[in-house]
């Protein structure tokens, strides 16, 4: 289970992230931030590997992701 | 247990980036400040902006950080590394600031194997100034002031940078990455450590050539920009180890 968290005020809605999520669940939101961009979001947090693909793809450095670890 | 899988680098202060949406020095940024946290030398690294899309930089690095005249930042750097021997300097250089204006003091700085780090960021065209043709725009390409593509009779062919400094002895560590996929980011990562690992190590001059886009001046979707890079600029600029020391392989 991994949560990953966009820092919507900074995404400048390039896109780039949506190409390389390798789970596909990386949409545009439909509303605008305060620079007038659509900022990306997860629909579906559930399915998130926490790869950080997404994040290591980002040029604004928006993503921050964070993965639960199993107990031992 | 939480793991932080991903987050923003010690080394990046927390202004806004003022690129263009999809533009890559953002990337190349944080892989540059990622290194220089996995290595611990923030407290003695001095960086060397331009003069081109990345000026500000300065702002986006959280470190000392200087401001050089156009193309002259491997001169600056030299006088840095020379009084404060100590210290890891790199510069951060486009290709219209690195490749043109800047190549006299390139050359030379790596004839000289001057113990510095250059992170060279090649887009194929002057990203600041509004999309003009730079040495390194590719045969064909279309600039502002190339409306018909660049013709080789009339603006000759692009400067293969990598490719001209690995023939120095200065240079030492000589490579050309990508970053326009998550695998490759990963190797431009890889490069850029090994480049500052040369410097620390002090054998000689080093330089990362990081081929990146501009959506903006290619007129083209952050998306379309990758894939227009893997096309066009990887077929002509092989990406590669020009040149590595045997005390770092």
Redesign the interface.
């Known amino acids: 289970m991994a949560t990953v968290s966009f820092r919507e005020d900074r995404c400048k809605g390039c896109e780039l992230c949506i190409t390389v999520c390798p789970e596909k669940i990386i949409v545009l939101a439909d509303h605008i931030n305060a620079m007038g961009f659509h900022p990306a979001a997860v629909v579906e947090m559930d399915k998130c590997k926490g790869c950080a693909m997404c994040a290591r793809m980002c040029p604004d450095v928006v993503i921050e992701v964070v993965k639960e670890e199993k107990q031992a | ?8 680098p010690a080394a ?1 202060t927390d202004k ?2 003022h ?9 190349i940024h ?1 892989l540059v400040a990622e290194v220089i946290d996995e290595m611990g030398i923030r407290d003695h690294t001095v960086g060397v902006c331009p003069v081109g899309c990345s000026v500000f930089a300065y702002d986006y690095f959280n470190m000392d950080m200087f401001q050089a005249a156009h193309g002259r930042a491997p001169a600056v750097a030299t006088g840095i590394k020379r009084t404060l021997p100590d210290r890891m300097v790199f510069t951060y250089q486009g290709d219209g600031d690195l490749a043109s204006i800047g190549t006299a003091e390139i050359v030379h700085a790596a004839a000289r194997g001057e113990k510095i780090t250059t992170v060279f960021v090649n887009n194929a065209v002057y990203g600041m100034t509004g999309g003009q043709m730079a040495p390194t725009t590719l045969p064909g390409q279309k600039t502002t002031t190339t409306p018909k593509g660049r013709e080789k009779e009339a603006a000759g062919l692009p400067v293969k940078i990598s490719e001209m400094l690995s023939t120095l002895d200065g240079a030492v560590y000589v490579a050309r990455v990508s970053v326009h ?2 695998k490759h ?2 190797q431009a990562k890889k490069a850029i450590r090994k480049a500052f690992e040369v410097q620390q190590a002090g054998l000689g001059f080093s330089l990362v050539e990081v081929l990146s886009t501009c ?1 903006t001046n290619w007129g083209l ?3 379309e920009s ?1 894939k227009w890079l893997a096309d066009n600029m990887l077929p002509y600029y092989p990406l590669g180890v020009y040149k590595e020391p045997a005390e770092v392989k």
């Open positions: 247990m939480a793991k932080v899988m991903f987050k923003r990046l806004q980036f690129y263009c949406p999809g533009c890559t020095h953002g990337i944080r996929d998550p980011i990963t959506p979707s952050p998306k990758l």
